[in-house]
């Protein structure tokens, strides 16, 4: 027998860009498919409270991944909604959880939780050592408030919950809408437009001097899969793959993969976002045998893939 063979498991957010891997991950560590239960927004809207009590009836386990998120320019026109939105998801959602006496609860936050001058790699123990970059913020505290929680439900009741902070994912099925959409896709949009096009030049947001660190999705799976299986403490997890990359790098990286030659025009009046991230990751290795597999290049070239046979 598996940790997973008679386990029930409700995974928010589970149709999602994460979450349609996580399920398959699970699925590879031995959880059946039937015993994972995947509530669309459609059906439930985790924002109403008896919504988050039928979610979690009757299940062991509950992995929140579900979320309102974007870009910076996206964060920048939405702070009040992107705030309530995740903030009340999260909190009802395990307080649901707890008052059902659900087993674990797996709370999947957020890099932008990090103060804004954190000093690289971002170590756990930095977490509340200022405040963070101001155009992720509200998002950003609102999934900080879920280790607030965790910690205070597992010092006052018991409760196993356990919090994870993964770095920027990227990979095959992002999300690719440019009004909402994270860098690399967005960049990896930009840039085959401009090849098939024939457009001599793609601008970028900001100066290109911040740095980014990515994860492969299906690495960040593996991740989640792993803590729940074997992690029980208080403390915050950083999931991350070690390194970091400028955005100027990144962008002359995707441009070479995807084949554009042109120039690459930077408009400086745009932001920046935080100016680094790097995560320190021997927590996640120590703790729950988590490393990341699929490195930038690799995982770039299956995500070009993915979006020029889908789009």
Same mark, same amino acid.
């Given at each position: ?26 699925? %590879? ?60 998801? $999260? ?6 959880? %707890? ?18 001058? +954190? ?10 050592? $200022?405040?963070?970059? &101001? +155009? ?26 356990? @919090? ?33 096009? $024939? ?7 900001? +100066?290109?001097?911040?740095?980014? &660190? ?16 074997? @992690? ?26 995807? $084949?554009?030659?042109? &120039? ?18 021997? %927590? ?13 290049? &690799? ?7 993915? @979006?020029?046979?889908?789009?």
């Amino acid at each position: 027998m598996t940790f997973w063979d008679e386990k029930r498991v409700l995974v928010t957010g589970g149709a999602g860009f994460l979450g349609s891997s996580l399920v398959r991950t699970l699925e %590879r560590h031995g959880l059946p498919g039937e015993n994972i239960r995947v509530p669309r927004s459609r059906d439930l809207d985790l924002r109403r409270w008896e919504d988050c009590v039928a979610a979690v009836e009757g299940v062991d386990i509950v992995i929140h991944l579900a979320a309102k998120v974007g870009g910076i320019g996206y964060n920048m026109a939405n702070p009040g909604s992107l705030f309530y939105d995740n903030a009340v998801m $999260g909190i009802q959602l395990m307080e649901a959880a %707890r008052q059902a006496g659900v087993a674990k609860f797996v709370a999947v936050g957020t890099i932008c939780a990090y103060p804004k001058f +954190t000093p690289v790699p971002f170590r756990e123990e930095d977490l509340w050592n $200022g405040y963070p970059e &101001e +155009t992720n913020a509200p998002y950003g505290l609102a999934k900080k408030m879920l280790l607030v929680q965790a910690q205070a439900y597992r010092q006052q009741y018991g409760f196993n919950a356990i @919090y994870l902070l993964p770095v920027n994912l990227y990979g095959p099925g992002d999300n690719f809408d440019p009004a909402s959409s994270h860098v690399i896709p967005a960049l990896i949009r930009k840039f085959v437009e401009a090849v098939e096009s $024939g457009a001599e030049s793609v601008e970028v947001w900001g +100066t290109g001097a911040a740095s980014r &660190e990515f994860l492969y999705v299906d690495d960040a799976a593996e991740g989640i899969a792993l803590a729940a299986e074997r @992690y029980d403490k208080p403390d915050p997890v950083n999931l991350g793959a070690g390194f970091e990359i400028t955005i100027r790098d990144l962008a002359t990286l995707i441009a070479d993969l995807t $084949g554009f030659t042109g &120039e690459i025009v930077r408009d400086t009046a745009k932001p920046d976002g935080q100016p680094r991230r790097c995560l320190a990751v021997s %927590r996640a290795e120590r703790e729950f045998g988590f490393r990341a597999k699929v490195d930038l290049r &690799e995982g770039l070239e299956r995500t070009i893939a993915w @979006y020029r046979e889908r789009r």
